[in-house]
């Protein structure tokens, strides 16, 4: 960033790299999450995947799609900005972002709450395989816990076990997610069970704790109150007096800071026809002489803070696909970075001017 002539760089206390082109009145942010999930089983890969390799078309390596990729082409609109003279009435603020894979939207909650930095709206940099998507399906973490009462298991009888009573739990929550709420646009919401934990004194006893974590998505409509209501709704729920709610999280970023927040992400959309939409369409327009495609994302994004919680509007173009995030051999396109770079360093002025001339 220094390098390329980027006018102010600064790294916030959270870990956020903070950097800015111009001073105008208009502020324009665009995000990329600079961390990256594990490996995996190393065997899986056909390559160090921390190493990475590269041919004439692809870059290969952990994080390239999620999200390298948006990084990169981030910093390098910044010099095709400077390189071409097009800044104009806005300041560009490139946030490069940590801590998205655990708790996608913490930091920018930090950025709006602590930094006290609210962009007009934001790019988000994730892979959309270089199409517009203007959304997607938020998501809750929730956790369920049936108590029992644990004793020798020769004698079950004189105990309560707290995994039967979660046994009747499990089955009405398949039984749920068939029947949750479907939008044209986003898709169905859905839950499935992704862990499960006891306790119990030892292998010859009954087990006195169960606790499962549910992993809720929530299409447009539903919030986290109504998943929350839905599962304390269930009979199965009522009759082992089972316990409902949704986990905190609390882990420390890089700097050693904790930032707690609920573990809820809101589901957000941003109409077609919003000018942030339309900005992006009429730059893809100029620069490719194409229609674009306008989509939606399948994971979540940091947009479930900036859009879901503050609504910020927020959109989605980047390099890389989808379904190369958190998949052993990721990859991503040289030819994507080099089309992302462009749009950002276009999307600015189109958008400025847009509004100027209303």
């Known amino acids: 960033m220094e390098k390329v002539g980027f006018d102010k760089i600064e790294i916030d206390p959270m870990g956020n790299l903070l950097a800015y082109i111009g001073s105008g009145s208009h502020l324009i942010a665009m995000d990329g999450h600079v961390d990256t999930v594990g490996v995996g089983d190393p065997s899986l890969w056909n390559y160090n995947p921390y190493e990475g390799d590269e041919d004439a078309e692809v870059i290969l390596g952990r994080g390239v799609s999620d999200q390298g990729g948006g990084i990169a082409a981030m ?51 994730e892979p959309t395989s270089c199409n517009i998507y203007r959304g997607h399906r938020g998501r809750v973490e929730i956790k369920v816990s049936t108590n029992g009462i644990s004793c020798h298991g020769s004698a079950p009888e004189r105990g ?6 979660m046994a009747p739990i499990l089955d009405e929550l398949k039984s749920l997610d068939k029947g ?24 010859c006893a009954v087990a006195d704790g169960c606790s499962i ?4 998505r929530l299409t447009d409509g539903e ?27 609390d882990k420390k970023s890089y700097t050693g800071l904790s930032y707690e927040t609920q573990s809820y992400f809101p589901t957000w959309v941003i109409p077609e026809e919003h000018e942030v939409c339309q900005t992006l369409i009429e730059t893809y327009r100029s620069l490719f002489k194409a ?22 509007p ?18 991503t396109w040289k030819s994507e970075i080099v089309k992302a770079a462009a749009m950002y360093a276009l999307i600015p002025t189109i958008y400025v001017n847009k509004v100027n001339n209303k």
């Not at 839905?230 to 905190?248: D, G, T």
């Open 213 to 216: 974590s549910i992993d809720r």
């Open 180 to 203: 949750l709420m479907y939008n044209d646009f986003l898709g169905k919401g859905t839950l499935t069970v992704s862990e499960i934990f006891f306790s119990s004194p030892s292998r």
């Open 314 to 331: 927020c959109i989605g173009f980047g390099p890389g696909h989808e379904d190369q995030a958190h998949a052993p051999n990721e990859r």
């Open 223 to 249: 919030s986290h109150k109504f998943a929350i209501e839905q599962i304390k709704n269930l009979p199965s729920v009522k009759k082992a007096n089972a316990q409902v709610s949704i986990y905190n999280y």
């Open 75 to 125: 910093v390098y609109a910044g010099k095709i900005i400077k390189d071409l003279n097009l800044e104009n009435d806005y300041t560009l603020l490139i946030a490069c972002t940590v801590q998205e894979e655990d708790c996608d939207g913490l930091c920018w909650q930090y950025i709006i709450n602590e930094d006290n930095i609210n962009p007009e709206f934001v790019v988000i940099t």
């Open 160 to 165: 309560e076990n707290a995994i039967f009573k």
């Open 291 to 312: 229609e674009p495609i306008v989509d939606k994302w399948t994971f979540s994004t940091n947009g479930v803070s900036i859009m879901g919680r503050y609504g910020i």
